[in-house]
Protein backbone atom coordinates (compact mmCIF):
# COMPACT_ATOMS: atom_id res chain seq x y z
CA UNK A 1 0.00 0.00 0.00
CA UNK A 2 1.54 3.66 -1.27
CA UNK A 3 2.02 5.92 1.82
CA UNK A 4 -0.67 8.62 2.83
CA UNK A 5 -0.43 11.62 0.81
CA UNK A 6 0.00 14.63 3.30
CA UNK A 7 -0.40 18.17 3.25
CA UNK A 8 3.17 18.82 3.85
CA UNK A 9 3.95 16.45 0.36
CA UNK A 10 1.43 19.55 -1.12
CA UNK A 11 3.50 21.95 0.45
CA UNK A 12 6.32 21.00 -0.41
CA UNK A 13 5.83 20.43 -4.25
CA UNK A 14 3.88 23.92 -4.41
CA UNK A 15 6.34 25.97 -2.79
CA UNK A 16 4.19 27.41 -0.34
CA UNK A 17 3.68 26.46 3.49
CA UNK A 18 1.30 24.11 4.99
CA UNK A 19 -0.65 27.13 5.95
CA UNK A 20 -1.49 27.84 2.63
CA UNK A 21 -2.44 24.52 1.44
CA UNK A 22 -5.23 25.04 4.49
CA UNK A 23 -6.36 28.07 3.64
CA UNK A 24 -6.79 27.18 -0.45
CA UNK A 25 -8.80 23.60 0.56
CA UNK A 26 -10.82 25.64 2.94
CA UNK A 27 -11.65 27.90 0.92
CA UNK A 28 -10.08 31.25 1.97
CA UNK A 29 -10.33 34.26 0.28
CA UNK A 30 -6.86 34.96 1.64
CA UNK A 31 -5.11 33.35 -0.99
CA UNK A 32 -4.30 34.63 -5.04
CA UNK A 33 -5.19 33.09 -8.00
CA UNK A 34 -1.50 32.29 -8.91
CA UNK A 35 -0.98 30.84 -5.44
CA UNK A 36 -4.65 28.71 -5.49
CA UNK A 37 -3.73 27.28 -8.98
CA UNK A 38 0.10 26.08 -7.76
CA UNK A 39 -1.78 24.36 -4.82
CA UNK A 40 -4.23 23.01 -7.11
CA UNK A 41 -2.23 21.06 -9.21
CA UNK A 42 0.19 19.62 -6.54
CA UNK A 43 -3.43 18.40 -5.20
CA UNK A 44 -4.10 16.69 -8.63
CA UNK A 45 -0.58 15.83 -9.37
CA UNK A 46 -0.23 14.03 -5.63
CA UNK A 47 -3.96 12.60 -5.15
CA UNK A 48 -4.28 14.73 -1.93
CA UNK A 49 -7.79 14.20 -0.43
CA UNK A 50 -7.87 17.74 1.75
CA UNK A 51 -9.90 17.09 5.22
CA UNK A 52 -13.50 17.62 5.00
CA UNK A 53 -14.43 18.96 8.54
CA UNK A 54 -12.03 21.30 7.88
CA UNK A 55 -13.72 22.89 5.29
CA UNK A 56 -16.94 22.91 6.97
CA UNK A 57 -15.25 24.27 10.03
CA UNK A 58 -14.10 27.10 7.40
CA UNK A 59 -17.17 28.83 6.87
CA UNK A 60 -17.07 30.22 10.56
CA UNK A 61 -14.83 31.22 12.65
CA UNK A 62 -13.50 28.23 13.92
CA UNK A 63 -14.02 27.73 17.92
CA UNK A 64 -11.86 24.66 18.33
CA UNK A 65 -8.89 24.15 19.58
CA UNK A 66 -6.21 21.78 18.97
CA UNK A 67 -4.15 19.62 21.56
CA UNK A 68 -0.98 17.78 21.00
CA UNK A 69 0.00 15.09 22.95
CA UNK A 70 3.48 14.80 22.87
CA UNK A 71 5.14 12.31 26.04
CA UNK A 72 3.13 9.43 27.81
CA UNK A 73 -0.26 10.09 28.99
CA UNK A 74 0.60 10.01 32.79
CA UNK A 75 -1.12 11.60 35.67
CA UNK A 76 0.83 14.85 34.89
CA UNK A 77 -0.08 14.82 31.04
CA UNK A 78 -3.66 13.62 31.39
CA UNK A 79 -4.69 15.91 34.47
CA UNK A 80 -3.37 18.76 32.22
CA UNK A 81 -5.68 17.74 29.32
CA UNK A 82 -8.95 17.24 31.36
CA UNK A 83 -7.40 21.43 32.84
CA UNK A 84 -7.36 22.34 29.22
CA UNK A 85 -10.37 20.79 28.04
CA UNK A 86 -12.63 21.74 30.82
CA UNK A 87 -11.14 25.37 30.36
CA UNK A 88 -12.07 25.31 26.75
CA UNK A 89 -15.50 24.36 26.87
CA UNK A 90 -16.48 26.69 29.17
CA UNK A 91 -14.95 29.30 26.76
CA UNK A 92 -17.44 27.96 23.93
CA UNK A 93 -14.19 26.08 22.27
CA UNK A 94 -14.34 22.14 21.70
CA UNK A 95 -10.70 20.35 21.17
CA UNK A 96 -9.32 18.48 18.40
CA UNK A 97 -6.63 16.38 19.62
CA UNK A 98 -3.34 14.42 18.28
CA UNK A 99 -0.88 12.40 19.62
CA UNK A 100 3.14 12.34 18.46
CA UNK A 101 5.34 10.38 21.56
CA UNK A 102 7.97 9.95 18.80
CA UNK A 103 9.46 13.21 17.49
CA UNK A 104 9.57 11.50 13.65
CA UNK A 105 5.19 11.67 14.01
CA UNK A 106 4.97 15.71 14.79
CA UNK A 107 5.08 15.95 11.26
CA UNK A 108 1.82 14.29 11.06
CA UNK A 109 0.18 15.06 14.51
CA UNK A 110 0.64 19.02 13.20
CA UNK A 111 -0.69 18.21 9.76
CA UNK A 112 -3.91 16.48 11.15
CA UNK A 113 -4.39 19.88 13.49
CA UNK A 114 -3.85 22.07 10.45
CA UNK A 115 -6.28 20.25 8.83
CA UNK A 116 -8.93 20.40 10.96
CA UNK A 117 -8.62 24.27 10.83
CA UNK A 118 -7.94 25.05 14.27
CA UNK A 119 -7.58 28.23 15.79
CA UNK A 120 -4.92 27.82 17.79
CA UNK A 121 -2.97 24.93 19.53
CA UNK A 122 -2.12 24.04 23.32
CA UNK A 123 1.28 21.55 23.14
CA UNK A 124 1.86 19.59 25.83
CA UNK A 125 5.57 19.38 25.55
CA UNK A 126 8.11 16.54 26.72
CA UNK A 127 10.86 18.79 25.77
CA UNK A 128 11.74 21.59 23.39
CA UNK A 129 12.35 19.29 20.31
CA UNK A 130 8.82 20.27 19.39
CA UNK A 131 9.64 24.02 18.62
CA UNK A 132 11.48 23.39 15.76
CA UNK A 133 8.70 20.54 14.29
CA UNK A 134 6.29 23.65 14.90
CA UNK A 135 8.91 26.50 12.94
CA UNK A 136 8.57 23.72 10.13
CA UNK A 137 5.28 22.52 10.08
CA UNK A 138 2.43 25.01 11.62
CA UNK A 139 4.74 28.06 11.49
CA UNK A 140 1.68 30.51 11.61
CA UNK A 141 -0.56 28.71 14.18
CA UNK A 142 -0.72 30.65 17.77
CA UNK A 143 0.77 28.43 19.97
CA UNK A 144 0.80 27.95 23.70
CA UNK A 145 3.09 25.21 24.72
CA UNK A 146 2.75 24.11 28.48
CA UNK A 147 5.70 21.65 30.24
CA UNK A 148 8.17 23.88 29.13
CA UNK A 149 10.31 26.87 30.53
CA UNK A 150 10.97 28.78 27.20
CA UNK A 151 10.91 31.97 26.21
CA UNK A 152 8.01 32.84 24.69
CA UNK A 153 7.42 33.64 20.70
CA UNK A 154 5.76 36.26 18.18
CA UNK A 155 3.43 33.55 17.66
CA UNK A 156 4.08 31.49 21.29
CA UNK A 157 2.99 31.75 24.41
CA UNK A 158 4.54 29.72 27.36
CA UNK A 159 2.72 28.05 30.60
CA UNK A 160 5.16 26.52 33.31
CA UNK A 161 5.52 25.25 36.56
CA UNK A 162 8.31 26.18 38.45
CA UNK A 163 10.17 23.17 38.67
CA UNK A 164 12.99 25.14 40.86
CA UNK A 165 11.39 25.86 43.90
CA UNK A 166 9.12 22.62 44.22
CA UNK A 167 13.12 20.78 44.49
CA UNK A 168 14.55 23.69 46.61
CA UNK A 169 10.84 23.26 48.74
CA UNK A 170 11.98 19.38 49.32
CA UNK A 171 15.68 20.23 49.69
CA UNK A 172 14.60 22.44 52.66
CA UNK A 173 12.00 20.46 54.15
CA UNK A 174 14.61 17.59 54.30
CA UNK A 175 17.05 19.39 55.44
CA UNK A 176 14.98 21.07 58.41
CA UNK A 177 14.99 17.39 59.44
CA UNK A 178 18.42 16.91 59.91
CA UNK A 179 19.24 14.90 56.63
CA UNK A 180 22.11 15.64 55.17
CA UNK A 181 23.07 12.96 52.49
CA UNK A 182 20.37 13.81 49.89
CA UNK A 183 19.86 11.33 46.40
CA UNK A 184 18.00 12.29 43.60
CA UNK A 185 16.86 9.79 41.17
CA UNK A 186 15.87 11.19 37.89
CA UNK A 187 13.25 11.12 35.68
CA UNK A 188 13.32 10.10 31.95
CA UNK A 189 16.11 12.95 30.79
CA UNK A 190 15.01 13.21 26.99
CA UNK A 191 11.77 15.19 29.20
CA UNK A 192 12.45 18.74 29.88
CA UNK A 193 10.96 18.54 33.69
CA UNK A 194 13.80 15.64 34.29
CA UNK A 195 16.46 17.60 33.15
CA UNK A 196 14.90 20.86 35.37
CA UNK A 197 14.44 19.38 38.46
CA UNK A 198 17.82 17.34 38.30
CA UNK A 199 19.59 21.21 37.49
CA UNK A 200 18.02 22.44 40.72
CA UNK A 201 18.57 19.44 42.80
CA UNK A 202 22.09 19.77 42.26
CA UNK A 203 22.71 23.80 42.11
CA UNK A 204 20.68 23.92 45.42
CA UNK A 205 22.52 21.01 47.77
CA UNK A 206 25.69 22.71 45.49
CA UNK A 207 24.57 26.37 47.50
CA UNK A 208 23.52 25.07 50.93
CA UNK A 209 26.31 23.22 50.94
CA UNK A 210 24.61 19.71 51.85
CA UNK A 211 26.13 16.16 50.45
CA UNK A 212 24.59 14.83 47.31
CA UNK A 213 24.13 12.34 44.76
CA UNK A 214 22.56 11.62 41.40
CA UNK A 215 21.18 8.27 40.07
CA UNK A 216 19.61 8.02 36.85
CA UNK A 217 16.34 6.44 36.59
CA UNK A 218 16.17 5.75 33.30
CA UNK A 219 12.24 6.64 32.66
CA UNK A 220 9.29 7.61 35.63
CA UNK A 221 7.46 3.81 36.21
CA UNK A 222 7.67 2.35 39.52
CA UNK A 223 10.24 -0.58 38.21
CA UNK A 224 11.88 2.35 37.18
CA UNK A 225 12.60 3.63 40.69
CA UNK A 226 12.97 0.63 42.13
CA UNK A 227 15.76 -0.35 39.67
CA UNK A 228 17.41 2.84 40.55
CA UNK A 229 16.94 2.42 44.67
CA UNK A 230 18.32 -1.07 43.80
CA UNK A 231 21.43 0.21 42.44
CA UNK A 232 21.90 3.03 44.60
CA UNK A 233 22.00 0.24 47.65
CA UNK A 234 24.18 -2.49 46.46
CA UNK A 235 26.57 0.29 45.54
CA UNK A 236 26.76 1.74 48.92
CA UNK A 237 26.56 -1.55 50.14
CA UNK A 238 29.88 -2.37 48.18
CA UNK A 239 31.98 0.44 48.93
CA UNK A 240 33.16 1.00 52.55
CA UNK A 241 33.78 4.67 51.35
CA UNK A 242 30.03 4.93 50.43
CA UNK A 243 27.33 6.19 53.29
CA UNK A 244 23.86 5.37 52.16
CA UNK A 245 21.95 8.67 51.93
CA UNK A 246 19.58 9.24 54.55
CA UNK A 247 16.81 10.67 51.86
CA UNK A 248 15.70 10.20 48.44
CA UNK A 249 14.41 12.67 45.95
CA UNK A 250 12.28 10.86 43.45
CA UNK A 251 11.79 12.89 40.09
CA UNK A 252 7.97 11.83 40.33
CA UNK A 253 5.59 9.94 42.70
CA UNK A 254 5.66 6.87 40.23
CA UNK A 255 9.30 6.25 40.60
CA UNK A 256 9.15 6.93 44.78
CA UNK A 257 6.83 4.16 44.86
CA UNK A 258 9.12 2.16 43.33
CA UNK A 259 11.71 2.98 45.97
CA UNK A 260 9.78 2.88 48.64
CA UNK A 261 9.01 -1.04 47.38
CA UNK A 262 12.85 -1.30 47.37
CA UNK A 263 13.25 -0.66 50.49
CA UNK A 264 10.90 -2.11 52.30
CA UNK A 265 12.60 -5.79 50.58
CA UNK A 266 15.33 -4.76 52.04
CA UNK A 267 14.42 -4.27 55.67
CA UNK A 268 14.74 -0.44 55.85
CA UNK A 269 12.31 2.04 57.59
CA UNK A 270 10.65 5.08 55.91
CA UNK A 271 11.48 7.56 57.08
CA UNK A 272 13.56 6.77 60.43
CA UNK A 273 16.49 5.26 58.08
CA UNK A 274 15.41 6.82 54.50
CA UNK A 275 13.33 9.95 54.05
CA UNK A 276 11.10 9.63 50.41
CA UNK A 277 10.19 12.24 48.45
CA UNK A 278 8.32 12.28 45.25
CA UNK A 279 7.12 15.21 42.82
CA UNK A 280 3.20 15.97 40.88
CA UNK A 281 0.67 14.36 43.82
CA UNK A 282 -0.63 11.46 41.89
CA UNK A 283 -3.67 9.43 43.74
CA UNK A 284 -1.93 7.04 44.67
CA UNK A 285 0.31 8.91 46.86
CA UNK A 286 -1.81 9.67 49.79
CA UNK A 287 -2.37 6.06 49.78
CA UNK A 288 1.01 4.28 50.15
CA UNK A 289 2.52 2.68 52.88
CA UNK A 290 3.94 5.06 54.09
CA UNK A 291 1.94 7.80 52.58
CA UNK A 292 4.80 9.80 50.48
CA UNK A 293 5.47 13.16 50.43
CA UNK A 294 5.67 15.58 47.43
CA UNK A 295 5.19 18.43 45.57
CA UNK A 296 1.65 19.19 43.87
CA UNK A 297 1.01 20.91 40.98
CA UNK A 298 -2.43 22.56 40.35
CA UNK A 299 -3.57 21.67 36.80
CA UNK A 300 -6.71 23.11 36.83
CA UNK A 301 -5.14 26.16 36.86
CA UNK A 302 -2.81 24.86 34.32
CA UNK A 303 -5.48 24.12 31.89
CA UNK A 304 -6.79 27.42 32.53
CA UNK A 305 -3.62 29.77 31.98
CA UNK A 306 -2.85 27.56 28.59
CA UNK A 307 -6.09 28.35 27.48
CA UNK A 308 -6.04 31.87 28.55
CA UNK A 309 -2.83 32.29 27.21
CA UNK A 310 -3.82 31.45 23.80
CA UNK A 311 -6.77 33.46 23.77
CA UNK A 312 -4.01 36.09 24.38
CA UNK A 313 -2.22 35.46 21.04
CA UNK A 314 -5.84 34.92 19.30
CA UNK A 315 -6.43 38.69 20.18
CA UNK A 316 -3.35 39.54 18.53
CA UNK A 317 -1.71 40.45 22.15
CA UNK A 318 2.57 38.91 22.86
CA UNK A 319 2.99 35.62 23.63
CA UNK A 320 2.51 35.80 27.82
CA UNK A 321 5.21 33.62 29.47
CA UNK A 322 3.00 31.89 33.16
CA UNK A 323 4.84 30.32 35.43
CA UNK A 324 3.01 28.72 38.25
CA UNK A 325 4.75 27.84 42.05
CA UNK A 326 3.95 24.06 43.22
CA UNK A 327 3.49 23.24 46.75
CA UNK A 328 5.00 20.97 49.22
CA UNK A 329 2.75 18.24 50.84
CA UNK A 330 4.02 16.73 53.86
CA UNK A 331 3.58 13.42 54.87
CA UNK A 332 4.53 10.21 56.54
CA UNK A 333 7.86 9.08 54.07
CA UNK A 334 9.42 12.22 55.51
CA UNK A 335 7.28 13.15 59.00
CA UNK A 336 6.46 9.83 60.20
CA UNK A 337 3.19 9.14 61.58
CA UNK A 338 1.29 11.33 63.71
Excluded at 7 to 33: F, P
Excluded at 148 to 163: F, I, L, R, S, Y
Excluded at 225 to 248: H, T
Amino acid sequence: MADRVLMADVAQLAGVSLQTVSRVVNGSTLVTEATKTKVMDAINTLGYRPNLAARNLAASQSKAVGVLLTGDVDHGMSSAFRAVEHAAREQGYYLCVATAEDPKRYEVALEQLVGQAVAGCIVLARSADVLDALDTYAPSLPTCLVFTDHDPGDNTAVVAVDQKNGIRNLIDHLTDLNRTRLCHITGDMSWDDALARREAFVDYCQEIGTDFQVVTGYGWSAQAGYDAALALLDDAGASVDKQRPDAIVAANDNLALGVIRCLHERGLRIPEDIAVTGFDDSPLSAWTTPSLTTVTQDFTAIGSAALQALMELLEGKPGPKVILTPELVVRESTAGKT
